[in-house]
């Protein structure tokens, strides 16, 4: 493989910035398993404040920081709603029944976040056949949906039906920065009416490692303790966690040239004869392109061995993500390589 990879297949491939090793190497550190580590308990106060929350919690990852939460949430036998190709049911390894014995109910939307008559009906009654409705779960930006955003309008009136019929509110925020920058608006307005939200520092944001948890100091007296037993607890975490302050502070301004870069992306691939590219339903970093002539596997050989990587998520279906490590050049280079497939 080339040295020089320009490497799309995630936003979770950047480097930590120079400043972030040098924030690392000085970072005041303490046991975190004991409360003693000033350096995440200052990340944790800066997410709340940045989240809109009372509190927050470091963990090591946005899978657990959300299945830590659906277990404070949910007790075995209860029901969650999601869309169907929300991360915490397709990618997080069945932790939903694994770890929380709670089962899952899917729903239908193209673009990621379903309609408030859908939630609506899919809350069960009282019936004691049935399993009890207990929570919502949304993810803003969605990913598998390619980055769709859903409005802090929309996020309200979600978060309504859901607590009129007596659930909590659950939002993947994964990709949450990146949603409020291509809506213009605050992270915190996104979640204002969420129960509990994650924010994933190591994607967009640029951090090596970690998520935050934010909700109420009664939610987040839970999840620490299902943080321990989950395995998530850290000793001398400060290290990391002084990477992630650097990222909460400035990875938000770095976002809106990684949603110019992926239209840049979408419009070029839309001009391919091979592809098939919904320019309109790129709103953030996220390109999903349909290979209607030839397989996603033969177009990621071609690229690999152009020294591009993208990662498909099905048999013809690629994902290109943008981060900041990959400049205009690299976008590009991609191109460039996809214009040369013969499909």
Not at 58 to 71: D, E, F, K, R, W
Not at 299 to 309: D, I, K, P, W
Request: proline share 3%; aromatic share 4%.
């Amino acid at each position: 493989m080339p040295v020089s990879t320009a490497d799309f297949r995630s936003d979770t491939m950047t480097a930590p910035t120079a400043a972030m090793r040098a924030a690392m190497a000085a970072a005041e550190v303490g046991d975190d398993v004991w409360g003693e580590d000033p350096t995440v308990r200052e990340l944790e106060r800066e997410g709340a404040r940045v989240l809109g929350k009372p509190a927050a919690l470091y963990l090591p990852s946005g899978t657990m920081a959300n299945q830590v939460a659906i277990h404070v949430h949910c007790r075995a036998g209860d029901e969650l709603i999601c869309e169907e190709r929300s991360h915490v049911f397709v990618y997080e390894g069945g932790s939903i029944a694994r770890l929380s014995g709670t089962q899952t109910r899917t729903l239908a939307a193209a673009g990621g976040f379903p309609t408030v008559e859908q939630v609506r009906a899919a809350i069960r009654s009282t019936d004691l056949h049935y399993p009890r409705s207990q929570l919502l779960v949304l993810e803003n930006s969605h990913n598998m949906a390619g980055g769709r955003v859903l409005d802090v309008a929309g996020m309200a009136a979600l978060a309504a039906v859901a607590h009129d019929h007596g659930l909590q509110v659950h939002v993947d925020g994964a990709r949450l920065m990146n949603a409020a920058v291509a809506l213009g608006c605050a992270a915190s307005e996104l979640v204002a009416h969420a129960d509990s939200t994650t924010l994933c520092l190591s994607k967009g944001l640029g951090a090596p490692v970690g998520s935050l948890l934010a909700g109420s100091s009664e939610f987040i007296a839970p999840a620490l303790r299902a943080r321990k037993a989950f395995g998530g607890g850290m000793r001398q975490a400060g290290v990391i966690a002084a990477a992630g302050r650097l990222a909460l502070a400035e990875g938000p301004a770095l976002l809106a040239a990684d949603h110019i870069r992926a239209r840049r992306l979408a419009t070029g691939l839309a001009d391919l004869p091979w592809a098939s590219v919904d320019i309109d339903a790129v709103e953030t970093n996220i390109v999903m392109v349909e290979v209607v002539r030839g397989t996603a596997a033969a177009l990621l050989a071609h690229l690999e061995a152009s020294g591009v990587r993208a990662a498909a998520t099905g048999p013809a279906r690629v994902r290109f993500v943008t981060h900041r490590d990959v400049d205009d050049d690299a976008v590009e280079r991609c191109l460039l390589a996809c214009r040369g497939h013969a499909a």
